[in-house]
Antibody, heavy 121, light 110 residues
Framework: QVHLVESGGGVVQPGRSLRLSCVAS????????MHWVRQAPGKGLEWVAV????????YYGDSVKGRFTISRDNSKNTLYVQMNSLRAEDTAVYYC??????????????WGQGTLVTVSS | QSVLTQPPSVSAAPGQKVTISCSGS????????VSWFQQLPGAAPKLLIY???KRPSGIPDRFSGSQSGTSATLGITGLQTGDEADYYC???????????FGGGTKLTVL
């Protein structure tokens, strides 16, 4: 079955960087787009970024544009997000999510368990 | 404030039916497919509905989705206490060039 396992979260000071990883298994990783979605404590879901199956296309939410970079290594079945210039408002649980592969652009059919990023001095 | 508007909360008794609305615009719901997600307390979100009205395998037919114009609706029949969760709509916004989520609706089964 499909498994998505995020890692790399932790406590980081404002202005510093952090890289999250998401290891995928149970499906052909290179065939599907992948997303990052985050959830601040007690708040709703916020889409962060998407990368196409081959890494050609990348789109970002306005709040992270220019600071975060999504990437993938299909040889390692791994999705990444490099987060720079972190702010307190980036504090959230970060989920990786698999694109369903259909025509719906928000069909996230599998999610990881999430990794918590806390930005604090 | 979310681009997609959902009621903050809804409630109903066990066995009853509830609907959750998701209001958007021509740049999102009217011209792009809508998905719905269920998030149980302390858990990751789970896909309930995709492409406006389709259910992934394993999702009971008590859950249904519809879309009309700039609004979408999630329906849940035969409510169970285990349905208590937060529910989110999501779609693509052509103007923002981004996936957008509604603010979420907390369902209470009284």
């Amino acid at each position: 079955q499909v498994h998505l396992v995020e890692s790399g979260g932790g406590v980081v000071q404002p202005g510093r960087s952090l890289r999250l990883s998401c290891v995928a298994s149970g499906f052909t990783f290179r065939d599907f787009g992948m997303h990052w979605v985050r959830q601040a404590p007690g708040k709703g879901l916020e889409w962060v970024a998407v990368i196409s199956y081959n890494g050609t296309y990348k789109y970002y939410g306005d709040s992270v544009k220019g600071r975060f970079t999504i990437s993938r290594d299909n040889s390692k079945n791994t999705l990444y997000v490099q987060m720079n210039s972190l702010r307190a408002e980036d504090t959230a649980v970060y989920y990786c999510a698999k694109d369903g592969g259909g025509t719906g652009p928000s069909d996230f059919d599998y999610w990881g368990q999430g990794t918590l990023v806390t930005v604090s001095s | 404030q979310s681009v997609l508007t959902q009621p903050p909360s809804v409630s109903a008794a066990p066995g009853q039916k509830v609907t959750i609305s998701c209001s958007g615009s021509s740049s999102n719901i009217e011209n792009n497919y809508v998905s719905w997600f269920q998030q149980l307390p302390g858990a990751a979100p789970k896909l309930l509905i995709y492409e406006n009205n389709k259910r992934p395998s394993g999702i009971p037919d008590r859950f249904s989705g519809s879309q009309s114009g700039t609004s979408a609706t999630l329906g849940i029949t035969g409510l169970q206490t285990g349905d208590e969760a937060d529910y989110y709509c999501a779609t693509w916004d052509t103007s923002l060039i981004a996936v957008i989520f509604g603010g979420g609706t907390k369902l209470t089964v009284l």
